[in-house]
């Protein structure tokens, strides 16, 4: 089982896009898929049109010890594609979830015995408990960044986010988080300061800067507008493309590296 989160400390760089069409496109292809939305923003959920009215979520998995993921996750109409949904309520049960004994470690205990060939977490953008969770949960982390001016900024105090985390608490489990990908979003053709800022990226990230690049394409906001994957929203469009090549180029990167 492979476990993949999808992080960074930026806004609205394509974290939640990519977390839905990453995990559509690998259930496309065959393979068991558990998405986990641990974002009180929900936008994960919203966008495969899965409901949280009367429901358990993430934030009761979490913040109760007797709540498993049987009760919290929800088929979506992606055949192989589950999800543990999120909706606002985690706000309040992240600051419950951050005043509990062994509070990073909460998600990892309860996916332990969970059955998928990959689970996805779709993070926010805030270093917080829920986060720390999803870095002691996903040995994997793919980074989507935007080539703006402001995409370097953070990325120092990510990666060290990241260290630190892999330092004073998966050294505890024997856990190590990777980044496995830097993943282009909103890609334009480049302009020179485009151009300059993924020279920067390339030298701090080397090949882990995946060939694929998602292209700044409107349907990928139309779809989840209809609670849809690209993919079924409009198969041909250059999103849908590029989204399906992002999966393969995972699939590839995976078995290279077991
Ligand atoms: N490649 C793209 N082309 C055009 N629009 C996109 C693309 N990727 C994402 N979007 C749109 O941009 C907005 C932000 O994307 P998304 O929600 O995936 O970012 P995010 O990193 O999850 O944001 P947040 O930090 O708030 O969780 C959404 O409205 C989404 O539909
Ligand atoms: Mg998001």
Do not use: W
């Amino acid at each position: 089982m492979h476990k993949i989160a999808i992080s960074n400390q930026k806004g609205g760089v394509g974290k939640s896009t990519t977390s839905i069409n990453l995990s559509a496109g690998l259930a496309r292809a065959g393979k068991k898929v558990l998405l986990v939305d641990l974002d009180p923003q929900g936008h994960s959920s919203l966008g495969l049109g899965i409901k949280t009215e009367n429901r358990q979520t993430v934030a009761e998995l979490l913040c109760q010890d007797n709540c498993t993921i049987k009760d919290v996750i929800q088929p979506s109409y992606i055949e192989n594609l589950h999800v543990i949904p999120s909706d606002n309520s985690l706000s309040a049960a992240e600051v419950k979830l951050a005043q509990t004994t062994a509070k990073e470690f909460v998600l990892r205990k309860k996916l332990k015995n969970a059955e998928y060939d990959f689970i996805i977490i779709d993070t926010s953008p805030t270093f917080n408990t829920l986060l720390a969770n999803a870095f002691l949960t996903a040995e994997h982390i793919i980074l989507p960044v935007q080539l703006d001016f402001f995409s370097l900024a953070g990325i120092q105090s990510f990666m060290e986010s990241i260290n630190c985390t892999n330092e004073k608490a998966g050294s505890l489990v024997e856990h190590h988080a990777n980044i496995m990908g830097v993943l282009l979003t909103f890609y334009k053709t480049r302009s020179n300061l485009s151009k300059r800022v993924l020279d920067a990226l390339k030298d701090i990230f080397g090949e882990k800067v995946f060939d694929t690049k998602i292209p700044e394409n409107v349907k990928l906001s139309e779809a989840q507008e209809s609670s849809k994957a690209v993919f079924d929203h409009d198969p041909k469009c250059s999103g849908a493309e590029a989204y399906h090549n992002l999966v393969k180029e995972v699939m590839g990167r995976l078995t290279n590296v077991n």
